[in-house]
C-alpha cells in the first residue's frame, strides 16, 4: 500500500494533504480512490463536452473538481479547474475534448497502480 501511495506522490498528487481527511487512514483512502476511478462521471464529462451541453458538463466537471480536491489528486484538479470555470461562465472551453482526454489518461494510471 505505500508503494501505491509513493507512486500517486510520484505523479503530482497530494496524499500528505488528503490524508487526514481520510482519518490517516491508508486503507479507507484507498477504498475511495477505487470507486472515484470505477465513477462514471469522467465518461459523463466527455459525453456532455462532446454534444456541448454546457450545465451538465459542468455538473460533471465541478462534481470532479470537488473530489480531486478532497482526495488530492492534484494532477486532475490542475486539469479541470480551468474547466470549471470557463463552464460557470456558460461556454464549453475550446479545449475541452483535450483536457478530458489527458484526465482520462491520468485516471487510467491511477487504475493501473491499483490492479499492480
Do not use: W
Amino acid at each position: 500500500m505505500a508503494a501505491l501511495l509513493e507512486k500517486l506522490r510520484d505523479i503530482g498528487c497530494d496524499i500528505d494533504g488528503a490524508m487526514p481527511r481520510f482519518l490517516n487512514n491508508e486503507d479507507f483512502y484507498i477504498k475511495c480512490l477505487k470507486k472515484f476511478v470505477a465513477d462514471d462521471v469522467f465518461e459523463h464529462l466527455q459525453e456532455t463536452l462532446k454534444s456541448n451541453q454546457v450545465g451538465d458538463s459542468f455538473k460533471h466537471a465541478h462534481n470532479l473538481k470537488g473530489v480531486c480536491a478532497n482526495m488530492g489528486i492534484t494532477p486532475i484538479q490542475d486539469i479541470i479547474f480551468d474547466m470549471v470555470e470557463v463552464l460557470r461562465g456558460g461556454e464549453i472551453p475550446v479545449d475541452g475534448l483535450e483536457k478530458i482526454n489527458s484526465i482520462i489518461e491520468i485516471r487510467d494510471k491511477i487504475k493501473e497502480y491499483l490492479n499492480e
